[in-house]
Protein backbone atom coordinates (compact mmCIF):
# COMPACT_ATOMS: atom_id res chain seq x y z
CA UNK A 1 0.00 0.00 0.00
CA UNK A 2 1.17 3.57 -0.49
CA UNK A 3 0.91 3.95 3.50
CA UNK A 4 3.60 1.26 4.09
CA UNK A 5 5.59 2.32 1.36
CA UNK A 6 5.50 5.85 3.06
CA UNK A 7 6.61 4.45 6.32
CA UNK A 8 9.52 2.04 4.48
CA UNK A 9 10.92 5.76 2.48
CA UNK A 10 11.19 7.14 6.16
CA UNK A 11 12.14 4.53 8.46
CA UNK A 12 15.69 3.66 6.97
CA UNK A 13 18.72 4.40 8.25
CA UNK A 14 20.43 6.92 6.18
CA UNK A 15 24.02 4.66 6.52
CA UNK A 16 22.11 2.58 3.81
CA UNK A 17 22.46 5.01 1.29
CA UNK A 18 25.92 4.01 0.55
CA UNK A 19 24.91 0.38 -0.08
CA UNK A 20 25.32 -0.84 -3.52
CA UNK A 21 22.10 -2.64 -3.56
CA UNK A 22 20.93 0.82 -4.31
CA UNK A 23 22.19 0.88 -7.76
CA UNK A 24 20.42 -2.26 -8.79
CA UNK A 25 18.14 -2.64 -11.50
CA UNK A 26 15.19 -3.30 -9.66
CA UNK A 27 15.40 -0.40 -7.18
CA UNK A 28 16.09 1.65 -9.83
CA UNK A 29 12.90 0.67 -11.14
CA UNK A 30 10.52 0.31 -7.92
CA UNK A 31 11.86 4.05 -7.34
CA UNK A 32 10.47 5.43 -10.34
CA UNK A 33 7.24 3.34 -9.70
CA UNK A 34 6.82 4.38 -5.85
CA UNK A 35 7.93 7.61 -5.90
CA UNK A 36 5.13 8.62 -7.96
CA UNK A 37 2.57 8.03 -4.94
CA UNK A 38 1.95 11.47 -3.43
CA UNK A 39 2.10 9.66 0.02
CA UNK A 40 5.87 8.43 -0.26
CA UNK A 41 7.03 11.51 -2.22
CA UNK A 42 5.48 13.75 0.99
CA UNK A 43 6.70 11.55 3.25
CA UNK A 44 10.77 11.50 1.66
CA UNK A 45 10.48 15.42 0.87
CA UNK A 46 11.10 17.03 4.05
CA UNK A 47 13.67 13.70 5.03
CA UNK A 48 15.70 15.20 1.47
CA UNK A 49 15.48 18.73 2.21
CA UNK A 50 16.79 18.00 5.76
CA UNK A 51 19.71 16.07 4.33
CA UNK A 52 20.55 18.72 1.72
CA UNK A 53 20.33 21.42 4.16
CA UNK A 54 23.43 19.99 6.24
CA UNK A 55 25.63 22.58 7.60
CA UNK A 56 28.51 21.16 6.22
CA UNK A 57 26.80 21.12 2.50
CA UNK A 58 26.01 17.84 0.48
CA UNK A 59 25.92 16.16 -2.59
CA UNK A 60 22.38 14.71 -4.08
CA UNK A 61 21.64 12.56 -7.08
CA UNK A 62 18.22 12.36 -8.33
CA UNK A 63 15.49 13.34 -10.82
CA UNK A 64 13.79 16.12 -9.12
CA UNK A 65 16.93 17.43 -6.62
CA UNK A 66 17.38 21.10 -8.13
CA UNK A 67 13.29 21.81 -9.05
CA UNK A 68 12.09 20.20 -5.35
CA UNK A 69 14.30 18.91 -3.06
CA UNK A 70 16.91 22.07 -2.93
CA UNK A 71 15.85 24.95 -5.04
CA UNK A 72 18.10 26.84 -3.94
CA UNK A 73 21.26 24.71 -3.76
CA UNK A 74 24.41 27.53 -4.55
CA UNK A 75 25.44 24.43 -7.78
CA UNK A 76 23.27 22.44 -9.63
CA UNK A 77 23.74 20.05 -12.88
CA UNK A 78 21.47 18.29 -14.62
CA UNK A 79 23.54 15.40 -16.13
CA UNK A 80 22.11 13.98 -19.38
CA UNK A 81 23.29 11.60 -21.85
CA UNK A 82 21.01 9.91 -24.49
CA UNK A 83 19.38 7.09 -24.17
CA UNK A 84 21.31 4.53 -25.64
CA UNK A 85 24.70 5.82 -24.33
CA UNK A 86 23.26 5.82 -20.93
CA UNK A 87 21.33 2.18 -21.87
CA UNK A 88 25.19 1.10 -22.36
CA UNK A 89 26.91 2.17 -19.24
CA UNK A 90 23.73 1.15 -17.45
CA UNK A 91 24.14 -2.58 -18.90
CA UNK A 92 27.89 -2.65 -18.34
CA UNK A 93 27.53 -1.62 -14.76
CA UNK A 94 24.60 -4.72 -14.44
CA UNK A 95 26.92 -7.18 -16.01
CA UNK A 96 30.05 -6.04 -13.73
CA UNK A 97 27.37 -6.96 -10.79
CA UNK A 98 26.32 -10.18 -11.94
CA UNK A 99 23.43 -9.60 -13.85
CA UNK A 100 22.53 -11.13 -17.29
CA UNK A 101 19.96 -8.35 -18.40
CA UNK A 102 20.35 -7.67 -22.02
CA UNK A 103 20.52 -4.25 -23.35
CA UNK A 104 17.77 -3.88 -25.01
CA UNK A 105 15.92 -4.94 -22.02
CA UNK A 106 18.00 -2.09 -20.10
CA UNK A 107 16.92 0.47 -23.22
CA UNK A 108 13.53 -0.30 -22.91
CA UNK A 109 13.53 0.36 -19.12
CA UNK A 110 15.48 3.98 -19.11
CA UNK A 111 13.25 5.37 -22.20
CA UNK A 112 10.25 3.98 -19.98
CA UNK A 113 11.19 5.40 -16.68
CA UNK A 114 12.17 8.68 -18.67
CA UNK A 115 8.41 8.49 -19.83
CA UNK A 116 7.20 7.77 -16.83
CA UNK A 117 8.85 10.50 -14.55
CA UNK A 118 8.62 13.17 -16.92
CA UNK A 119 4.72 12.95 -17.44
CA UNK A 120 4.34 12.48 -14.01
CA UNK A 121 2.73 15.69 -12.11
CA UNK A 122 4.29 15.69 -8.97
CA UNK A 123 7.97 16.96 -9.24
CA UNK A 124 8.44 16.08 -12.95
CA UNK A 125 11.69 15.31 -14.70
CA UNK A 126 12.95 18.91 -16.03
CA UNK A 127 16.25 21.04 -15.18
CA UNK A 128 15.66 23.59 -13.01
CA UNK A 129 16.00 26.80 -15.00
CA UNK A 130 19.14 27.80 -13.05
CA UNK A 131 20.98 23.90 -13.58
CA UNK A 132 24.07 23.93 -15.88
CA UNK A 133 23.48 21.17 -18.08
CA UNK A 134 26.01 18.69 -18.87
CA UNK A 135 25.80 16.33 -21.43
CA UNK A 136 28.29 13.40 -21.21
CA UNK A 137 27.18 11.55 -24.28
CA UNK A 138 30.47 11.46 -25.44
CA UNK A 139 33.00 12.13 -22.49
CA UNK A 140 35.05 9.90 -20.98
CA UNK A 141 34.41 9.88 -16.81
CA UNK A 142 37.22 11.97 -16.53
CA UNK A 143 36.07 14.42 -18.76
CA UNK A 144 32.60 14.82 -17.07
CA UNK A 145 34.13 15.04 -13.77
CA UNK A 146 36.41 17.89 -14.99
CA UNK A 147 33.39 19.49 -17.01
CA UNK A 148 31.41 19.76 -13.89
CA UNK A 149 33.75 21.14 -11.90
CA UNK A 150 34.03 23.61 -14.02
CA UNK A 151 30.57 24.05 -14.20
CA UNK A 152 30.01 24.05 -10.19
CA UNK A 153 33.02 26.41 -9.95
CA UNK A 154 31.50 28.52 -12.34
CA UNK A 155 27.99 28.96 -10.78
CA UNK A 156 29.81 29.50 -7.41
CA UNK A 157 31.92 32.29 -9.18
CA UNK A 158 28.70 33.81 -9.96
CA UNK A 159 27.09 33.72 -7.54
CA UNK A 160 29.74 34.89 -4.93
CA UNK A 161 29.63 38.19 -8.05
CA UNK A 162 26.06 38.73 -7.25
CA UNK A 163 26.02 38.72 -2.96
Known sequence: TQEADAVAATSFDDLLLADEWLRTDEVGKAASIVSAHPLVRA?????QKRFAAQPAGAILDGRDIG????????????????????ARRRHAELRKGGSSVSLDRVLTDIRTRDERDSKRTEAPLVAAPDAAVLDTSFLSIEAAVQKAIQLVDAQLAHKAAAR
Not at 43 to 47: K, T
Not at 67 to 86: E, G, N, S
Open 67 to 86: TVIAPDADAKLFVKATPMIR
Open 43 to 47: ALLQR
